[in-house]
Nanobody, 124 residues
Framework: QVQLVESGGGLVQAGGSLSLSCAASGRTFSSGIMGWFRQAPGKERDLVALISRSTGSIYYADSVKGRFTISRDNAKNMVYLQMNTLKPEDTAVYYC?????????????????WGQGTQVTVSS
């Protein structure tokens, strides 16, 4: 099993920045995909960004391109999400996700492991 723990959410004004971290522990894998999804009230869990643990390849949802940056530190089993120029529509619970698969899958059903989520609220 893989355990994921997010940290770093909070309240910020529109235009501001927040940084999220995800610590992986347990049966971590050297390859696979890690990433971030988010879920606003009454909405589905949507992809934010993905990163390959082995190649470092990255995928972003169109809604966050140019504003969010995903990165990883394999030695520390960490994944990060730097969020800049935040908008009220970015308000959601942000979840760290991991999969042993090595391809980018853009829907949440493909990810075996999840963190508990961290709230991000952007005020207008």
């Amino acid at each position: 099993q893989v355990q994921l723990v997010e940290s770093g959410g909070g309240l910020v004004q529109a235009g501001g920045s927040l940084s999220l971290s995800c610590a992986a522990s347990g049966r971590t894998f050297s390859s696979g995909i890690m990433g971030w999804f988010r879920q606003a009230p009454g909405k589905e869990r949507d992809l934010v960004a993905l990163i390959s643990r082995s190649t470092g390849s990255i995928y972003y949802a169109d809604s966050v391109k140019g504003r969010f940056t995903i990165s990883r530190d394999n030695a520390k089993n960490m994944v990060y999400l730097q969020m800049n120029t935040l908008k009220p529509e970015d308000t959601a619970v942000y979840y760290c996700a991991a999969s042993s698969r090595t391809s980018f899958y853009t829907t949440y059903e493909w990810y075996e492991y999840w963190g508990q989520g961290t709230q991000v609220t952007v005020s207008s």
